[in-house]
């Protein structure tokens, strides 16, 4: 299972960027996407999640900002992002728990794609 993130890229502060994280390989279902961001010099921090049933929380940095959301028939979840700011600049990071087809039984674990740049000018 691989899970590949894209849209990052360079926008001014009030501007929008959508983010997707597309999920391949084996999968039966994404039971819970999530999107993380590191700024340089910081933690790796949790922005937004969200379960298969559509449950969502949000970190308060993003409330009113941020949408996640995650289509489970086409493996795919994206975080839409407007309103940004100099503060969202980050590597975003795409992580889910996914449930796999495997013999005799199906298996379950958690991935990350690899970041994609957000860079917000002021």
């Known amino acids: 299972v691989q899970l590949q993130a894209s849209g990052g890229g360079l926008v001014q502060a009030g501007g929008s960027l959508r983010l997707s994280c597309a999920a391949s390989?084996?999968?039966?279902?994404?039971?819970?996407m999530a999107w993380y961001r590191q700024a340089p010099g910081k933690e790796r921090e949790l922005v937004a999640s969200?379960?298969?049933?559509?449950?969502?929380n949000y970190e308060d940095f993003v409330k009113g900002r941020f949408t996640i959301d995650l289509d489970n028939t086409k493996k795919t979840g994206h975080l839409q992002m407007n309103a940004l700011k100099p503060e969202d600049t980050a590597v975003y990071y795409c992580?889910?728990?996914?449930?796999?087809?495997?013999?005799?039984?199906?298996?379950?674990?958690?991935?990350w794609g690899q970041g994609t740049l957000v860079t917000v000018s002021s």
């Open positions: 992580h889910a728990g996914i449930v796999m087809l495997t013999s005799p039984l199906a298996s379950f674990d958690h991935f």
């Open positions: 390989g084996n999968i039966f279902t994404i039971n819970e």
């Open positions: 969200i379960t298969s049933l559509g449950a969502t």
